[in-house]
């Protein structure tokens, strides 16, 4: 559900939902793997159609032999604390990936060099396809940030910077300034970690504009508030020893 009043222009948004990070925001162990990193950027991204599009990336080829991918990045690009983003980021997050023993699965990566600021080399052991899905998932974090703290204390290139998180309770966070995309419409969005009746009744009290209700809700008629369906996707898997 999503408020309703089209006339009244505002910059911050309040949402309620239900799936706090347990382990943070560190793209390195996994944070972003199914959808936007919010606080960083991938070297590639999807549009509302799904097909492949540059991000941080303005180009990137494939060895014929299918073992080497090469990806130039833009020279535009700053974090969020105006430090500039380079090769030896991008370097730095896919290493630091690679030995995390997370979901990420890059056994298959045998090393990635930089080649120059601006550009980076990814070799593999063996051909894969798919190794694309791994450009376009893994957030770039900066290396002259990173700790063990760093999912608490995330700072990225993304539309958006941390800066509030009240485990268990919200999140807020602002437009990045240095972005460079596309200006977020909002400037502020507030995060409420919620359990499926509590997000029903604040969107009652009209605490929050958008909330995610079960099915047995969307037939509830709320003022101020309009009920918008949204195709997903819902997956099943049956995992083999192997």
């Known amino acids: 559900m999503a408020g309703a009043a089209d006339t009244i222009k505002k910059d911050t948004?309040?949402?309620?939902?239900?799936?706090?990070?347990?382990?943070?925001?560190?793209p390195t162990t996994g944070w972003g793997q199914y959808g936007s990193p919010l606080f960083q950027s991938t070297l590639l991204t999807r549009?509302?159609?799904?097909?492949?599009?540059?991000?941080?990336?303005?180009?990137y080829e494939v060895s014929e032999d299918g073992l080497s991918w090469t990806v130039e990045i833009r020279d535009d690009v700053k974090f969020s604390d105006g430090q500039p983003l380079t090769?030896?980021?991008?370097?730095?997050?896919?290493?630091?990936?690679?030995?995390?023993?997370?979901?990420?699965?890059?056994?298959?990566?045998?090393?990635?060099?930089?080649?120059?600021p601006h550009t980076i080399q990814f070799t593999l052991q063996q051909p894969e396809i798919t190794f694309i899905y791994q450009l376009t998932s893994i957030g770039i974090v900066p290396k002259h940030?990173?700790?063990?703290?760093?999912?608490?204390?995330?700072?990225?290139?993304?539309?958006?910077?941390?800066?509030?998180?009240?485990?268990?309770?919200?999140?807020?966070?602002?437009?990045?300034?240095?972005?460079?995309?596309?200006?977020?419409?909002?400037?502020?969005?507030?995060?409420?970690?919620?359990?499926?009746?509590?997000?029903?009744?604040?969107?009652?009290?009209?605490?929050?504009?958008?909330?995610?209700?079960?099915?047995?809700?969307?037939?509830?008629?709320?003022?101020?508030?309009?009920v918008i369906n949204v195709e997903s996707v819902d997956n099943r898997g049956l995992p083999f020893h192997m």
């Open 13 to 26: 948004l309040v949402l309620a939902i239900d799936g706090e990070p347990d382990d943070g925001f560190d």
């Open 145 to 226: 940030h990173y700790s063990d703290m760093y999912q608490e204390d995330p700072i990225g290139s993304g539309p958006y910077k941390l800066v509030q998180w009240d485990k268990g309770q919200q999140l807020i966070v602002e437009e990045n300034p240095h972005y460079y995309g596309k200006k977020p419409y909002f400037k502020q969005l507030t995060f409420l970690f919620l359990s499926e009746d509590a997000a029903f009744a604040a969107a009652k009290a009209g605490e929050v504009d958008v909330v995610s209700v079960p099915p047995t809700f969307a037939k509830e008629e709320m003022a101020g508030m309009k």
């Open 47 to 59: 549009d509302e159609d799904l097909n492949i599009k540059n991000d941080l990336a303005t180009n």
């Open 87 to 116: 090769a030896e980021d991008v370097v730095f997050t896919f290493e630091k990936a690679k030995t995390s023993g997370s979901v990420l699965d890059l056994n298959n990566l045998s090393k990635v060099d930089e080649v120059d």
